[in-house]
């Protein structure tokens, strides 16, 4: 047979098909294709994946892409498609007000890309130091109408902030009224928790099923943790439907908080970065791989792990069974790791610590069914 691209000799890994198995995998236009065992392909570009695994394209489903609207920003290419992402989500960085610009920007990247709208018309613009007005008095239902009817297939969700500098006197009012919001246009919404003004038992009460917890382990204020263990009330929400997400960032997520989780079995239904221009290539965040690695340091299941940037994130962005898969014939979007033995530091902002022996390392990219980044090691 013939194929555009060859990757040749890895482990080919997708969970959500039960595929486990070193073999060859090809791509042809823009879909991928199975190799049948022994068939000989000619392909025009080869990529050697010997001791590699082969992923799904990694969908990171919450982080900041608008380079040119926020001080945040940053180039997804250049943040993702060297570190294996083939998907960027990005959480809120605009609003009725100005998503359109955004949309408009993201067009002219290679990494694919999907919007959380924030509630504040203008977004977040900053990580803390003007935090944007989340006052629901302000919020013009026909603005938001707009956005979610023209654009449906590129705007995946309602985004607010629930942090207490941020919502101040209001409380827990804006969530209530974002939740309502949501409701009314049939959009997810996700919720960004850290340091809330009640408790996380509370407010993920307050959540529809599909509605998505973001910063799932941090570690200030109200956590997931009650007496030291899951909340019960936590464990209620994830029966419900309730989504839990990464959102690692840099002062979202502590070390104790995500091992005392995934020892309990409370596991992440996403992994994500909330990486933005101040915590891409800083040692507390870093990349994709990087808090993959460190999860699963923690013990983490890899088949888990793999789902919450493969499959669970692509269902979350309605495009499950087209992205995120292996699946013959879907969108030729690949990732190609190599899990080294090594030793790692992996540090938190609160000060914890973990030691780990592996870390997965970017080996190809591809997305679309176009190499978009290599190492020299897979020539
Ligand atoms: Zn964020």
Redesign the pocket.
């Known amino acids: 047979m013939t194929a555009d691209v060859l990757i040749r000799g890895g482990r080919l890994y997708d969970p959500s098909l039960g595929l486990d198995r070193v073999g060859d995998i090809a791509v042809s236009g823009r879909k991928i294709v199975f190799v049948p065992e022994g068939e000989a392909v000619e392909a025009r570009r080869s990529i050697n994946a010997g001791g590699c695994i082969v992923l799904p394209g990694l969908i990171d489903v919450?982080?900041?892409i608008n380079r040119f609207g926020t001080y945040?920003g940053m180039n997804p290419d250049i943040a993702g498609i060297p570190m294996g992402v083939t998907t960027m989500v990005d959480?809120?960085?605009t609003g009725v007000s100005n998503y359109r610009a955004f949309l408009h920007q993201l067009d002219g990247y290679e990494t694919k890309s999907r919007i959380a709208l924030n509630v504040c018309a203008g977004g977040?613009i900053m990580?803390t130091q003007y935090t944007e007005n989340v006052d629901p008095k302000v919020w013009e239902y026909g603005l938001f109408k707009e956005a979610f009817e023209e654009f449906p297939d590129k705007i995946v969700g309602l985004?607010i902030?629930t942090s207490r500098n941020i919502v101040g006197e209001l409380g827990m009012e804006p969530l209530k009224k974002a939740v309502e919001l949501a409701d009314r246009l049939g959009t997810r919404l996700y919720v960004?928790t850290t340091n809330p003004p009640c408790t996380m038992a509370e407010l993920t009460a307050m959540l529809r099923p599909g509605d998505v917890v973001?910063?799932t382990f941090h570690g200030v204020g109200n956590t997931l943790l009650e007496d030291g263990h899951v909340a019960p009330g936590i464990l209620e929400a994830r029966r419900r439907g309730v989504i839990f997400d990464v959102?690692q960032?840099q002062g979202?997520f502590c070390i104790p908080v995500a091992q005392t989780c995934i020892a309990e079995g409370f596991y992440p239904d996403t992994v994500s970065t909330?990486l933005?221009r101040d915590s891409w290539n800083n040692p507390l965040a870093y990349s994709l791989l990087m808090t993959m690695s460190k999860l699963l340091a923690m013990g983490l299941p890899f088949d888990r792990l793999v789902d919450g940037v493969t499959r669970a994130p692509a269902a979350l962005i309605g495009a499950e069974g087209e992205m995120g898969t292996l699946r013959e014939g879907s969108c030729a979007d690949i990732t190609v790791v190599r899990l080294t033995e090594r030793a790692v530091h992996f540090i938190d902002k609160h000060g914890n610590s973990l030691d780990a022996d592996r870390l997965l390392m970017p080996m190809a990219t591809i997305i679309d069914g176009q190499i978009q980044y290599r190492s020299p090691d897979t020539l």
């Open positions: 919450h982080t900041h945040i959480g809120g960085s977040q990580s985004k902030r960004h973001c910063h959102s960032g979202n909330d933005n």
